[in-house]
């Protein structure tokens, strides 16, 4: 789980500066994504970089997926039965606020991959659909509220996602360490803030009519 998060976690920090572009204009985020499409050439051909990196991003969503699904049947498993009350009531308070906010927070991420691919990759859902073009299928999409409301709570989701998954990586991966551990929640904090701020920047610029 922690290394796959790693993993995204540093596709989604130059994935937030590259939406950045967005604020410089058409022409600016429009030739960053072609310019994505000719890295490594000569030696890769057209978009031969992008499909690597959705390989390796789809194998870490699936080794994420996977490993949470295995860890939900593993703390069942191990839930104390038929002691004290086993009501409803107290299974949800022995679950943890955290984990049940990545839970959810997971579930809702993995919906948000769908709904993004289809709106801004594969043009599916958008309204304007304009191959090659971002910045116009962007803006047509956070025009309409619904597609703006559905990536705001996304982006809020992703925020909390982040904040308590970097640090439960770095337990995971051993770099906490009494010393180090306010550093590593500090760390935790401003990346999530830093992440939620730049992605929501967008479509709340959109919406606000400061991008159009
Ligand atoms: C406001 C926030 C976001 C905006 C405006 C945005 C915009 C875009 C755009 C325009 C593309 C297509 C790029 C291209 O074809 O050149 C893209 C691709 C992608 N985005 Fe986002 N994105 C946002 C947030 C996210 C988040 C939070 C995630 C992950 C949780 C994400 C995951 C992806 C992935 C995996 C792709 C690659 C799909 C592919 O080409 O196969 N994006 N995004």
């Known amino acids: ?3 796959s998060g790693l993993v995204m ?3 989604l920090v130059l994935h937030m500066i590259g ?8 022409s600016e985020l429009n030739g960053y994504a072609a310019w994505l499409r000719t890295i490594g050439q000569p030696f890769l ?4 970089f992008l499909w690597i990196a959705r390989v390796a991003l789809v194998a870490a969503v699936v080794v994420h997926g996977v490993a ?8 069942l498993a191990a839930r104390p039965t038929g002691y004290q009350h086993s009501g409803a009531r107290r299974t949800r308070a022995r679950q943890s606020y955290a984990t049940r906010t990545m839970r959810w927070g997971g579930v809702i991420l993995a919906l948000f991959i769908v709904w993004h691919i289809l709106d801004l990759t594969t043009l599916t859902v958008n309204p304007v659909a304009d191959p090659g073009h971002p910045y116009q ?3 047509g999409a956070f025009r309409t509220w619904y ?6 709570v996304a982006m809020l989701a992703l925020g909390l996602h982040v904040r308590h998954g970097f640090w439960s990586a770095a337990q995971t991966l051993g770099a906490n360490s009494p010393g180090r551990d306010r550093a590593l929640k500090l760390t935790a904090n401003l990346l999530a803030l830093v992440l939620t701020a730049g992605f ?11 991008v159009r």
Do not use: E
């Not at 949470?68 to 703390?75: C, G, K, P």
């Open 1 to 3: 789980m922690a290394v």
């Open 9 to 11: 976690l540093g596709y």
């Open 19 to 26: 939406n950045l572009k967005i604020f410089f204009g058409a």
């Open 45 to 48: 051909g057209h978009a031969w």
């Open 68 to 75: 949470a699904y295995q860890l939900s049947r593993r703390d």
């Open 137 to 139: 299928n962007i803006v």
């Open 147 to 152: 597609d703006g409301g559905i990536y705001c």
């Open 200 to 210: 929501l920047s967008v479509p709340i610029a959109v919406m606000t009519g400061i």
